[in-house]
């Protein structure tokens, strides 16, 4: 069945809905949320079930037959997501918008993101090298190039000469994976780009100008990068549908700094690749890679890259060098901490994209752990940059998020007891009706003989008394229970003391899981005030 052929006013409300979305993004896979699932309708459905290897279904939607439909779980979507934006596809994360315990009749969704190549920020990038999202604007003398790495708020921006060979292979040589260009570029260098180097392209046309972002170019005085500039961040900011705080301000790359080599020239070094079966293993930053940190491991990639060509840099490097190789071992024990250190760029990414879990602010209070002792090494060796250890900061993650959170934030377990008196409230109340089954079950076995009766529970009957065949004739009417469920082994009731204390118990566990998620959320939106400090420390810590 062809969406476009379907009259939409004869669809069913909540497929009006996503036709409705759809048509704004035709060129993007919509997955749909519906309960605990992401569905794919029509040609998308068609689509992804091939690529995917799902099973295709179809979905009653009002009309005669039955539509296209295919689905995934939503706590596992990000591996499918992954495996069609690998394949060169875009993905729109449909959302439900409201809470449906309190909506009559359809919830409202919307697109909440889209995600492709350059725009992936979650935890299973690769964390050795950057991944970059760039664009081209055609100044009819010069080419300008920017790009950004989103997972690390990194910016960076170009001019080239106006030579379609030199600006493809500028764009291969940096790594970029996705690219924006406007309309009115060489139609030569979309085709090149998507076909034969199967770069995510995309054509796009609007600019708009956002004051939040100011800071990124304020004090570049030449209005094309500028306009490169805010170009890029227009597509982003349409596709990413939320303020990327931690963005930071653009790094003009000046060729006059750095060796220059053309992308043939570092293949056939085998620099960062072998030649022949385009691998990292015996590359040479294979051989030179003993990095400790992810964020020094792209950092090396990037000094491989663009070699030093000012002395006075080289020098700085080699006596740093020198330092360590005499100092072995505080440079021993400074290895020892850097291990400890995690990805800080991309968690503070992850923070200010709203996306970070619980484990990333465990992570972030590790890392800040061993701040202070790192700091008094770098001291000793009259290492030339100082961090800042954010104290204050350890101690928030310290009193609030528990050691070993669950990886989803709506089941609970997130917040120490101590941090929050309601919350404390809480579970106290719920501890005590816990508390309350484990004595009735006892005193039921007292009060009935039944030796084997136990109290149980599950989603769909909530708490229930289990009895096996055996001993139900022994269950008499005094006790007011009823039968609730027969299963092949035993009979389940439900008493009315006991509905009573599940609802108390159930009603505590919901609030604890709301109240904990609220918690959360205004942990992690407390913490995009320190990311500016963070970035600068993790460009030490590299």
């Not at 663009?306 to 072995?328: A, G, H, M, Q, S």
């Not at 002792?373 to 900061?393: A, P, R, S, V």
């Not at 006790?479 to 609730?484: A, I, L, M, P, S």
């Amino acid at each position: 069945m062809n969406r476009l052929e379907v009259d939409i006013e004869k669809v069913t409300p909540m497929m009006k809905q996503y036709m409705k979305i759809k048509e704004k993004n035709e060129d993007i896979i919509i997955m749909f949320r519906l309960g605990d699932f992401y569905e794919m309708f029509f040609e998308d459905a068609i689509l992804a079930s091939r690529e995917l290897e799902l099973t295709l279904t179809g979905k009653s939607a009002g009309l005669d037959e039955k539509i296209p439909m295919c689905g995934v779980p939503h706590h596992s979507a990000s591996v499918y997501i992954e495996k069609l934006v690998e394949k060169g596809y875009k993905v729109g994360i449909c959302e439900q918008m409201e809470d449906p315990r309190n909506v009559k009749g359809i919830v409202k969704r919307d697109l909440v993101q889209i995600i492709s190549k350059g725009t992936i920020i979650n935890e299973n990038l690769d964390e050795k090298e950057n991944n970059y999202i760039g664009c081209i604007m055609d100044f009819d003398h010069a080419y300008i190039i920017s790009y950004s790495d989103i997972s690390t708020g990194e910016i960076y921006s170009k001019i080239l000469e106006h030579n379609n060979t030199n600006l493809v292979s500028e764009i291969i040589s940096i790594g970029i994976k996705e690219i924006i260009l406007p309309s009115k570029v060489d139609k030569s260098i979309y085709s090149i780009l998507k076909n034969q180097f199967k770069l995510t392209v995309s054509i796009y046309d609007e600019i708009e100008t956002y004051p939040n972002y100011d800071y990124i170019y304020n004090d570049l005085k030449d209005h094309r990068f500028v306009n490169t500039i805010k170009y890029l961040l227009t597509y982003i900011t349409a596709t990413q549908k939320r303020s990327l705080t931690h963005l930071q301000k653009v790094i003009i790359k000046e060729d006059k700094n750095f060796l220059r080599m053309d992308i043939h020239t570092k293949r056939n070094l085998e620099l960062t690749e072998t030649l022949r079966l385009k691998q990292r293993n015996n590359s040479l930053i294979w051989l030179l890679d003993k990095t400790k940190t992810a964020m020094g491991s792209r950092m090396l990639k990037s000094m491989i890259e663009n070699p030093l060509i000012d002395i006075d840099e080289i020098n700085k490097r080699y006596d740093i060098v020198e330092t360590l190789l005499k100092e072995f071992i505080l440079k021993n024990d400074l290895q020892e901490l850097l291990f400890e250190v995690y990805d800080l760029e991309r968690l503070s990414g992850r923070i200010a994209f709203g996306s970070a879990n619980a484990r990333d602010l465990i992570q972030l209070k590790n890392s800040l752990k061993v701040l202070p002792d790192i700091k008094k090494i770098l001291k000793q060796i009259n290492y030339y940059q100082n961090i800042e250890t954010l104290d204050e900061l350890y101690h928030l993650l310290e009193e609030s998020i528990y050691e070993n959170p669950p990886i989803t934030l709506k089941e609970g377990y997130l917040i120490k007891e101590k941090f929050n008196d309601e919350l404390d409230e809480l579970k106290e109340l719920r501890k005590g009706g816990k508390d309350f089954v484990a004595r009735f079950e006892a005193s039921e076995k007292e009060r009935t003989g039944i030796k084997n009766l136990k109290v149980g529970y599950n989603r769909v009957f909530g708490y229930y008394i289990e009895i096996s065949k055996g001993n139900t004739n022994l269950v008499k009417d005094e006790y007011g229970y009823e039968r609730k469920q027969t299963l092949s082994n035993c009979e389940r009731y439900i008493s009315p003391i006991l509905k009573e204390k599940e609802a108390l118990i159930l009603n505590a566990e919901e609030k604890i899981i709301d109240l904990e998620y609220e918690l959360f959320t205004q942990i992690r939106d407390a913490i995009k005030i320190y990311i500016p400090t963070l970035q600068k420390i993790s460009k030490v810590i590299s």
